[in-house]
């Protein structure tokens, strides 16, 4: 079988070809599936219902349905180029800030539309808040980097509380505890990226967005992030663009797999890295193409 798919050669699908068990994918969701189940009865908690994003009259993300389960990590992944940030953008409407975009279809939070007259975009992003793929630390102290979300919003609870709070979530209290008063800048990539983290917990959202958050990090740093992704799910939902198949399978529960614009195929992350039903999702993930 060798249909022409989008320009990609499809390829017959087995239950798990010799590339997918070089990469060790199939091992990694098992390890996985045996310590975490994933939950069955996960409410979504942002829906997208034949959501299109335009820059222009481009359309960078197309007639994608989706559903981001609570309290699970969602994995986007699809090669560059295809949406993922553009989609993942539009959760807590930071798109906002590019000129000329525009979205149709629907995309729900809690049921209520996010791009509907209803929500206060500075809200929104309180609740569903992000983590980029660099860090991106304010140039000022650990202590104010963490705090000073809260402060301009007017929390009226103890500061140096949720500081610490927030920085034991983030797996970076231990590190820290004793320069709080330290530039931010003075630490290392991986420990701007769970500053970065506890930053984002502080404004105690509900829904944790990360933009490849490890890409810039060392293979230490990213596990660190990694095994902090595998915690937060207790508490947040998380949605965690990647490029790389391995963490993708090491901590999410679900994966969605985009490409160029359309969401080809989503499910749980073990059934998409050992039997996907797509040709074009197993190309992808035993690395045909991207
Ligand atoms: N500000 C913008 N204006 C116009 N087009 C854009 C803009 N940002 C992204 N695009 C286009 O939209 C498409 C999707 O881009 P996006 O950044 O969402 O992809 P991605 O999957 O995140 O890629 P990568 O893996 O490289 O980060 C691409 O064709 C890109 O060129
Ligand atoms: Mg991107």
């Known amino acids: 079988m060798a ?26 969701v098992q390890a996985r599936a045996a310590a975490a189940p994933a939950s069955v009865s996960a409410e979504p908690v942002i829906r997208a219902e034949r959501l299109t994003i335009r820059y222009g009259e481009f359309a960078a993300v197309r007639e994608v349905s989706l559903d981001i389960p609570t309290k699970q990590v969602t994995a986007i992944i699809g090669p560059s180029g295809c949406g993922k940030s553009t989609l993942l953008r539009a959760m807590n409407r930071m798109n906002d800030f590019i000129e000329r975009t525009s979205v149709s279809g629907r995309l729900l939070y809690q049921g209520r539309d996010i791009y509907g007259p209803g929500w206060d975009a500075v809200e929104l992003r309180r609740r569903i808040g ?7 630390p304010f140039p000022k102290s650990i202590f104010k980097n963490v705090a000073w979300g809260p402060m301009i919003n007017g929390y009226r609870g103890h500061l140096a509380e949720l500081v610490e709070q927030s920085l034991r979530k983030a797996a970076l209290w231990e590190e820290v505890k ?16 769970r500053l970065c983290i506890a930053r984002a917990i502080a404004m105690q959202p509900e829904v944790l967005l990360m933009d490849e958050p490890c890409s810039s990090l060392d293979p230490i740093a990213t596990r660190h992030i990694e095994d902090l992704i595998d915690q937060l799910k207790a508490q947040y939902t998380v ?8 963490q993708a399978a090491r901590v ?9 614009g359309e969401l080809v195929e989503v499910g ?4 998409m890295f050992t039997t ?3 040709p074009r999702t197993q190309d992808y993930i035993t690395g045909r193409f991207g």
């Open 3 to 28: 249909a022409k798919t989008h320009g990609m050669v499809a390829v017959r699908r087995t239950p798990e070809t010799a590339q997918a068990q070089a990469l060790g994918l199939a091992a990694l």
């Open 130 to 136: 992000m983590v980029f793929q660099r860090p991106n």
């Open 178 to 193: 004793d320069k709080l008063n330290q530039s931010a800048l003075a630490l290392s990539g991986g420990q701007q990226q």
């Open 239 to 246: 949605v965690l663009v990647t490029h790389n198949m391995q």
């Open 252 to 260: 999410s529960d679900r994966t969605a797999f985009l490409y160029m």
């Open 268 to 271: 749980d992350t073990s059934r």
């Open 276 to 278: 996907p039903d797509n």
